[in-house]
């Protein structure tokens, strides 16, 4: 009956993450708008902004409010060739009986630059932190617990042992992103390769006394800025990721109209692969961009007869220091 339960509540989260062809594996929480998460990305994304320094925040509700997400990230830029960034990210249901947390540094190192300006960059970078989950047990219902013709009697005895309710590991990862960061281009392309739980953290959750560990989760994505006039930029994007048997194949654009010299309006979709379409909206002004998306089912997946519906917000803000080394407008690899 354990397993059950917690297998139960890890389908539920696969589901969440719009994860397809999923097995019964810990799956990482993330965000449509995976733009405003990048470091969970690919860590080599870390400072890839137009600016000197960069702090975000996305919230997301999912089944009825019945599993939430929030993330919050910060970037940094420097002169010597290296950018430093921080991501955490916590998923939690309604009723609070489980948790799933991981917090990241990253640094990225971005001296490799090549081409007749040096305008292409081949960014390399590492990242560690921990992952951490947790089962209330005293919020959970177990069979042993509901007798019939009277229903759930939270006194009955459960039966079930839980050795390990909380766990805490180390965990690491490493990407590879390469943008074309060249001035006065109808198009620059950018894209990378990354890897995370290249520690293999255990999780001990999914199996009783055996050492079961987490699956690497592997992230390909790609895209292309393109200059359609000097109002509007067109960004269309794909990802891939991989973590066991589950995968997400996500692709779409956005559009970006410069309404001002201070204010662009966003607004695109995209489509994940046998699970969702989700369409954004958004503005940019002065440094601050808040965006707003809705997952809009197109699968037949639900869970306890609820459709995946979804919605997120987000907000981030790029500064300038005096540093003096933020990346052009418009040309770095900013999905």
Request: charged fraction near 20%.
């Amino acid at each position: 009956m354990k397993n059950y339960i917690i297998r139960k509540i890890c389908w539920i989260a696969l589901l969440a993450c719009g994860m397809d062809n999923a097995a019964l594996a810990q799956v990482d929480p993330h965000f449509s708008q995976y733009f405003i998460q990048p470091m969970n990305v690919n860590p080599a994304l870390t400072g890839a902004i137009e600016g000197d320094y960069r702090v975000s925040a996305i919230w997301r509700s999912q089944y009825s409010n019945s599993l939430t997400t929030e993330g919050i990230s910060a970037e940094n830029t420097t002169n010597k060739n290296a950018n430093f960034g921080f991501n955490l990210v916590n998923q939690t249901t309604s009723d609070k009986s489980y948790t799933f947390t991981n917090g990241y540094l990253s640094f990225a190192y971005t001296g490799v630059r090549f081409g007749r300006n040096e305008d292409h960059y081949l960014v390399m970078a590492m990242q560690c932190g921990f992952i951490s989950r947790k089962f209330d047990i005293t919020k959970m219902q177990f069979g042993s617990q509901w007798i019939s013709g009277t229903g759930f009697d939270p006194s009955n005895n459960s039966n079930e042992v839980f050795v390990k309710p909380t766990m805490t590991t180390f965990d690491a990862g490493a990407g590879i992103a390469y943008y074309d960061a060249s001035p006065d281009k109808s198009a620059n392309f950018f894209g990378g390769v990354s890897a995370y739980h290249i520690t293999r953290p255990t999780d001990p959750f999914l199996s009783s006394g055996e050492k079961e560990r987490l699956d690497v989760r592997y992230s390909v994505h790609a895209g292309v800025r393109i200059i359609a006039s000097d109002l509007l930029s067109i960004v269309p994007t794909a990802i891939y990721m991989k973590e066991g048997d589950a995968e997400e194949k996500m692709a779409g654009a956005y559009f970006q109209v410069y309404a001002s010299e201070s204010t662009d309006l966003m607004f695109g979709a995209y489509y994940r692969l046998g699970d969702a379409i989700s369409p954004f909206a958004g503005f940019y002004y002065k440094g601050l961009t808040f965006g707003v998306s809705y997952d809009v089912d197109a699968s037949n997946k639900s869970v306890a007869g609820s459709k995946g519906n979804s919605v997120e917000l987000s907000i981030s803000f790029v500064g300038k220091g005096k540093s003096g080394v933020s990346t052009n407008k418009f040309y770095c690899p900013r999905f």
